[in-house]
Every structure is written in structure tokens, then in C-alpha cells.
């Protein structure tokens, strides 16, 4: 149970500091890519290249997933500091929030939907 916990620590530790490496890229060069996208960037990449084993980071990219509602809690928040943004077009914000849920998880279904195939068919 020890050996678990100080796993998914590390793996976490090592997402954070792929993230911070985005962040220093970001404010290194100026780029008006947020940090964190280029952290996912690196990421990415070194999933990619095997830099990095899925197996390496799974139960603390788990452990992530399994809370990330957690994660929106105080993105949550912040938007009562910008109430008087939203007065008076809460239905607008709310319509583009509907729709563009709907698209990314459309998009999503599509993509899945073909990467699944295109495994059944590389196993057939």
C-alpha cells in the first residue's frame, strides 16, 4: 500500500514537473500558448516516442482523472469575482457552453469510434 502511494506520488510529481517545464517554455519565449498546453505537448510527445510508458504513469494519471471535477472547483468560483461580465447575457454563455459540450463530445465519440476500428482491423 506504501509502495503504491509513493508511486502515484512520483508519477504525479513527474506530471507537474512536465507541466512546470511547459510553463517555463511559455514564459521563456513568450509564446501566447498557455504553459500547460505546451506541457501536454511534451507529453504527448514523449508518449509518442516511448519516452515515457503509459505504464509509468497510469495510476497517477488516475488517480487525476478520477478527480478532476476538483480541479474546476475554483475556476468555478472565480467566475462570481466576474459576475457583472456575465449580467445580462447568461443565456448566450450558457447556449455556447451547451453547444460546444456537444461538439467535444461528438468529436470525441468520432474519434474513438475510429480508432477502435482501426485496432479491430490491425487485429484481424
Request: charged fraction near 15%; aromatic fraction near 10%; proline fraction near 2%.
Amino acid at each position: 500500500m506504501l509502495i503504491r502511494a509513493a508511486k502515484t506520488t512520483i508519477q504525479i510529481l513527474a506530471l507537474y514537473g512536465i507541466f512546470l517545464a511547459g510553463n517555463w517554455i511559455q514564459q521563456t519565449f513568450n509564446l501566447i500558448v498557455p504553459g500547460s498546453v505546451i506541457g501536454m505537448i511534451i507529453f504527448f510527445i514523449l508518449l509518442l516516442t516511448k519516452g515515457i510508458k503509459v505504464t509509468w504513469m497510469e495510476e497517477g494519471t488516475k488517480l487525476i482523472v478520477n478527480h478532476l471535477t476538483l480541479f474546476f472547483i475554483p475556476a468555478t468560483v472565480g467566475v462570481i469575482n466576474y459576475f457583472d461580465l456575465f449580467y445580462g447575457k447568461g443565456l448566450l454563455v450558457i447556449l455556447i457552453v451547451l453547444i460546444s459540450t456537444i461538439l467535444v463530445m461528438g468529436i470525441s465519440a468520432r474519434v474513438s469510434q475510429r480508432l477502435m476500428r482501426k485496432k479491430e482491423l490491425q487485429h484481424d
